[in-house]
């Protein structure tokens, strides 16, 4: 394990049509975090596991969109009805947790979707 | 709220050119973090360094070093003797200390370094 996976690398769907998006984290690794970059932009936080429990969601996140991490190890990320709005490259990350809390974030190579 | 801003969209050096990335956040926070990373191509994001807002030493790392100054709110990141190799878009990123420590992303800056 050398790293932070997403799967699929890239996909195209057609308006309308449900995607789902997987994240297998660092082994140990208890936080995962989901991000959403746009074309020219930082990343902008979507929502945060910590085990199982889903912590915190971002505005952003929408009701068409869902997230789960059921056994504490990988997370999808589900897009319902999708919108050309969604286009957009979604970025996984995992951290180990300590007392200070002080470890950095790993990023996995991200999912880049494309809405036609 | 937190906000980074890095005010330079794109930057464009000659190999071995010294370079200077400019980055300048907001918190209300008194305890954060600091962060910059690197996204080549492949589109992950690499991670460089974390900084302490309780510890202003800057740090060297290679032909890495990094100017931390509380009073004006900024972390400037310096390529020394740049490669082609360094062309790439740099995110600078402030986090709380505490609770779940999500990043607060800058729009970041495109470096393109040419032989």
């Known amino acids: 394990d050398t790293g932070v996976s997403q799967n699929p690398r890239h996909k195209i769907t057609k308006r309308g049509q449900n995607v789902t998006f997987r994240c297998d984290p660092i082994?140990?690794?208890?936080?995962l975090y989901w991000y959403r970059q746009t074309l020219g932009q930082g990343p902008e936080f979507l929502t945060y596991?910590?085990?199982?429990?889903?912590?915190?969601k971002s505005r952003l996140l929408s009701d068409r969109f869902s997230a789960e991490r059921p056994k504490g190890s990988f997370s999808t990320l589900e897009i319902q009805r999708t919108e050309q709005g969604d286009s957009a490259m979604y970025l996984c990350?995992?951290?180990?947790?300590?007392?200070?809390?002080?470890?950095?974030?790993?990023f996995g190579q991200g999912t880049r979707l494309t809405v036609v | 709220a937190q906000k980074v801003t890095q005010a330079q969209t794109e930057i464009s050096v000659v190999e071995k050119e010294d370079v200077t990335l400019d980055c300048v956040y907001e918190?209300?926070?008194?305890?954060?973090?600091l962060f910059w990373y690197k996204q080549p191509p492949s589109g992950e994001l690499v991670f460089l360094i974390r900084?302490?807002?309780?510890?202003?030493q800057n740090e060297i790392s290679g032909r890495y070093s990094w100017n931390f100054q509380k009073s004006t709110s900024s972390f400037n990141f310096t390529i020394t003797a740049s490669q082609v190799v360094d062309s790439a878009v740099y995110f600078c990123?402030?986090?709380?200390?505490?609770?779940?420590?999500?990043?607060?992303f800058g729009t970041g800056t495109r470096l393109l370094v040419s032989p």
């Open positions: 990350a995992s951290r180990a947790g300590d007392i200070k809390g002080t470890t950095e974030a790993f």
């Open positions: 082994s140990e690794h208890n936080r």
């Open positions: 596991f910590q085990n199982e429990a889903q912590l915190e």
């Open positions: 918190t209300r926070d008194t305890t954060y973090y």
């Open positions: 900084r302490n807002s309780f510890d202003e």
């Open positions: 990123a402030l986090s709380e200390a505490g609770g779940f420590q999500k990043l607060v």
